[in-house]
């Protein structure tokens, strides 16, 4: 079955993970108690408060100021929880847009998606981060607005990434069989998974120190990849 799509992973993979820990992980942690108070009585913010709240299992009557102090804690912990990463990506669309930095990728990844987007291949996003954190990276990227190379993005909410129905689910929003579209990621479980759901994979490993699978073909940059 020839290639339709190609979901890309981010962290490690399009983009560095320095990027990621060191410039947007303490951004966001510096900027959540004052967005908080500042936004909390706007729509969108106060429904991803609440949803946060119910996930900590706090009381209705619990104060903003606690919510807060859990969410900067699930930020410590690096947790993959989904309000915590919309109310991440709302902070990271103000700094972009105030030119506080600039989305990192790699340039063999530029050079890769444009290729791919050249030759009609359709392009999606699978990470972790919220779809608009994902957007907001490519459109205020170091290479400038790269977002018309994607088709499409995809966060938790789709899914968890270590299982195989959240790509299942990618592949029936993307109207793809599963056997036509690649997933690229640094991470091992999550390219099981993708596996597991009939997509093809490929083991992205930057710092060359992960050991060959046959389950997985392995590159350091996304330019070694042959379709």
């Given at each position: 079955?020839?290639?339709?799509?190609?979901v890309t992973?981010?962290?490690?993979?399009?983009?560095?993970?320095?990027?990621?820990?060191?410039?947007?992980?303490?951004?966001?942690?510096?900027?959540?108690?004052?967005?908080?108070?500042?936004?909390?009585?706007?729509?969108?913010?106060?429904?991803?408060?609440?949803?946060?709240?119910?996930?900590?299992?706090?009381?209705?009557?619990?104060?903003?100021?606690?919510?807060?102090?859990?969410?900067?804690?699930?930020?410590?912990?690096?947790?993959?929880?989904?309000?915590?990463?919309?109310?991440?990506?709302?902070?990271?669309?103000?700094?972009?847009a105030e030119?506080?930095?600039?989305?990192?990728?790699?340039?063999?990844?530029?050079?890769?998606?444009?290729?791919?987007?050249?030759?009609?291949?359709?392009?999606?996003?699978?990470?972790?981060?919220?779809?608009?954190?994902?957007?907001?990276?490519?459109?205020?990227?170091?290479?400038?607005?790269?977002?018309?190379?994607?088709?499409?993005?995809?966060?938790?909410?789709?899914?968890?990434?270590?299982?195989?129905?959240?790509?299942?689910?990618?592949?029936?929003?993307?109207?793809?069989?599963?056997?036509?579209?690649?997933?690229?990621?640094?991470?091992?479980?999550?390219?099981?998974?993708?596996?597991?759901?009939?997509?093809?994979?490929?083991?992205?490993?930057?710092?060359?120190?992960?050991?060959?699978?046959?389950?997985?073909?392995?590159?350091?940059?996304?330019?070694?990849?042959?379709?």
């Amino acid at each position: 079955m020839p290639l339709r799509g190609i979901v890309t992973d981010i962290e490690g993979t399009t983009t560095s993970l320095v990027f990621v820990k060191d410039v947007l992980f303490p951004y966001a942690r510096r900027a959540l108690p004052g967005f908080i108070e500042a936004h909390g009585d706007d729509t969108e913010v106060r429904a991803l408060v609440e949803e946060a709240r119910a996930l900590a299992g706090l009381e209705a009557t619990a104060r903003d100021a606690e919510i807060t102090r859990i969410l900067c804690t699930w930020i410590d912990e690096d947790r993959k929880i989904a309000p915590l990463k919309s109310l991440q990506g709302l902070i990271w669309a103000r700094g972009y847009a105030e030119g506080a930095f600039f989305g990192h990728v790699y340039d063999d990844a530029v050079i890769a998606l444009r290729s791919w987007h050249q030759e009609g291949l359709r392009l999606f996003v699978f990470s972790s981060g919220s779809v608009e954190a994902q957007q907001q990276l490519f459109r205020y990227s170091t290479h400038g607005d790269l977002t018309p190379l994607f088709s499409g993005y995809f966060d938790t909410r789709t899914g968890a990434k270590r299982e195989a129905s959240a790509y299942r689910s990618i592949a029936a929003v993307a109207t793809l069989d599963p056997r036509s579209l690649l997933f690229l990621s640094d991470t091992v479980e999550e390219l099981d998974a993708a596996a597991s759901a009939g997509f093809r994979t490929v083991l992205v490993d930057r710092a060359d120190k992960s050991p060959r699978t046959a389950a997985h073909p392995r590159v350091v940059q996304l330019t070694e990849i042959r379709l």
